[in-house]
Nanobody, 122 residues
Framework: QVQLVESGGGLVQTGGSLRLSCAISGLTFSSYCMAWFRQSPGKAHEFLAAITWGGGTLYRTDSVKDRFTISRVNANNTMYLQMNNLKPEDSAVYYC???????????????WGQGTQVTVSS
């Protein structure tokens, strides 16, 4: 059974930092491309960043890339999202996703986690 479990969310003040983790089990992690998405109330899932098997990355925009960093440690079956200089508009549920092929920013990832809430207070 494939499981993706996000952790590291919480309440932080504007300008603060959080590091999200996504622990994966039930698949060969090193063979999967991974991504982070987020969803705010009433909005669709928003792509943030993706990472290939070997660590190549894609970010939604340069402004996301300036503040967020996606990474993975294949030996630990874990992916991370380091988020710095957080803003109230970053408040959302953050999801990790896995796919056996590279699909970048598309939504059709095979596996999804349950999400972790990030709230940034002003």
């Amino acid at each position: 059974q494939v499981q993706l479990v996000e952790s590291g969310g919480g309440l932080v003040q504007t300008g603060g930092s959080l590091r999200l983790s996504c622990a994966i089990s039930g698949l060969t992690f090193s063979s999967y491309c991974m991504a982070w998405f987020r969803q705010s109330p009433g909005k669709a899932h928003e792509f943030l960043a993706a990472i290939t098997w070997g660590g190549g990355t894609l970010y939604r925009t340069d402004s996301v890339k300036d503040r967020f960093t996606i990474s993975r440690v294949n030996a630990n079956n874990t992916m991370y999202l380091q988020m710095n200089n957080l803003k109230p508009e970053d408040s959302a549920v953050y999801y990790c996703a896995a796919n056996s092929e590279w699909i970048g920013a598309r939504l059709e990832y095979e596996y999804w986690g349950q999400g972790t809430q990030v709230t940034v207070s002003s």
